[in-house]
T-cell receptor, first 114, second 114 residues
């Protein structure tokens, strides 16, 4: 069984401040982990993906995430928020079963305050 | 633009009716996924097809059915519609059904049941 918990359904940061979006996962097998972003009135698009190897994963638009097995976490960060980062962010885990069942978290809406 | 197309963009219908949502995957992608996104349930995986065959089922109601055709496009059929079926329906595609495969999402179909 696999699951994802995103802490905080809404996060507000000031423009230029650090963005930290939290994700904890549960998986019975080594997981694949993803962060997707959804801009208003659009579908989801991939920000970054963790498979195996380096624990720090770099994605698009300056985002990165660190895989911490001991904490079963995969938090998303960006050093300096931009107004265009306002969107909803979804953490997802895959790895259970013989097919690609992806379980998405409930999402975190990021508000960037000018 | 992810390369995944969905039609129609918007659909308004009445309770008890039946509708069909259509999805064309990215060129070369063999796997198609359907998701339902609503305010109260979040993003829910419905069903996955790979090269015409059903691969995985999620929280799909018996009133809902889907299929993937030889040209790889997919249709999601929703029947005996209820008010609670109002939601955004996303289609996603990936090159293969593997656990680490990235999914590319379409722009969604917004279904409103009155």
């Amino acid at each position: 069984a696999q699951s994802v918990t995103q802490l905080g359904s809404h996060v507000s940061v000031s423009e230029g401040a650090l963005v930290l979006l939290r994700c904890n996962y549960s998986s019975s097998v080594p997981p694949y982990l993803f962060w997707y972003v959804q801009y208003p009135n659009q579908g989801l698009q991939l920000l970054l993906k963790y498979t195996t190897g380096a624990t720090l994963v770099k994605g698009i638009n300056g985002f990165e995430a660190e895989f911490k097995k001991s904490e079963t976490s995969f938090h998303l960060t960006k050093p300096s928020a931009h107004m265009s980062d306002a969107a909803e962010y979804f953490c997802a885990v895959s790895g259970g079963g013989g097919y690609q069942k992806v379980t998405f978290g409930t999402g975190t809406k990021l508000q960037v305050i000018p | 633009d992810s390369g995944v197309t969905q039609t129609p963009k918007h659909l308004i219908t009445a309770t008890g009716q039946r509708v069909t949502l259509r999805c064309s995957p990215r060129s070369g992608d063999l796997s198609v996924y359907w998701y339902q996104q609503s305010l109260d349930q979040g993003l829910q995986f419905l069903i996955q097809y790979y090269n015409g065959e059903e691969r995985a089922k999620g929280n799909i109601l018996e009133r809902f059915s889907a299929q993937q055709f030889p040209d790889l496009h997919s249709e999601l059929n929703l029947s005996s519609l209820e008010l609670g079926d109002s939601a955004l329906y996303f289609c996603a595609s990936s090159p293969d059904p593997g656990q680490g495969s990235v999914q590319f999402f379409g722009p969604g179909t917004r279904l409103t049941v009155l």
